[in-house]
């Protein structure tokens, strides 16, 4: 009867150490995914300010600056069509 119940005490633990091990690397992975789009709004507003302001940018132009219409301040943004 003791023997039964360790058995189960042991798969228990082993079960545990295993979703917590399988805890962790789902959290790696949605910490990296977090990471590679922390830059994505930006990135969004830049092309919408390409866009709206393409048909002020001289050709060959590797850096404009362009009004934010989100905000009373410019960007910097690369155009890096002309390189």
Do not use: P
């Given at each position: 009867?003791?023997?039964?119940w360790?058995?189960?005490k042991?798969?228990?633990?082993?079960?545990?150490?295993?979703?917590?091990?399988?805890?962790?690397?789902?959290?790696?992975?949605?910490?990296?995914?977090?990471?590679?789009?922390?830059?994505?709004?930006?990135?969004?507003?830049?092309?919408?300010?390409?866009?709206?302001?393409?048909?002020?940018?001289?050709?060959?132009?590797?850096?404009?600056?362009?009004?934010?219409?989100?905000?009373?301040?410019?960007?910097?943004?690369?155009?890096?069509?002309?390189?």
């Amino acid at each position: 009867m003791h023997t039964n119940w360790s058995r189960k005490k042991s798969a228990s633990c082993a079960t545990i150490v295993s979703d917590l091990e399988r805890c962790r690397n789902k959290r790696s992975l949605q910490e990296e995914a977090l990471r590679e789009s922390a830059d994505k709004d930006k990135f969004r507003l830049f092309g919408e300010l390409l866009i709206a302001g393409s048909h002020s940018i001289a050709k060959n132009n590797s850096l404009v600056r362009l009004q934010n219409y989100y905000s009373s301040e410019g960007h910097l943004c690369r155009n890096t069509a002309g390189s």
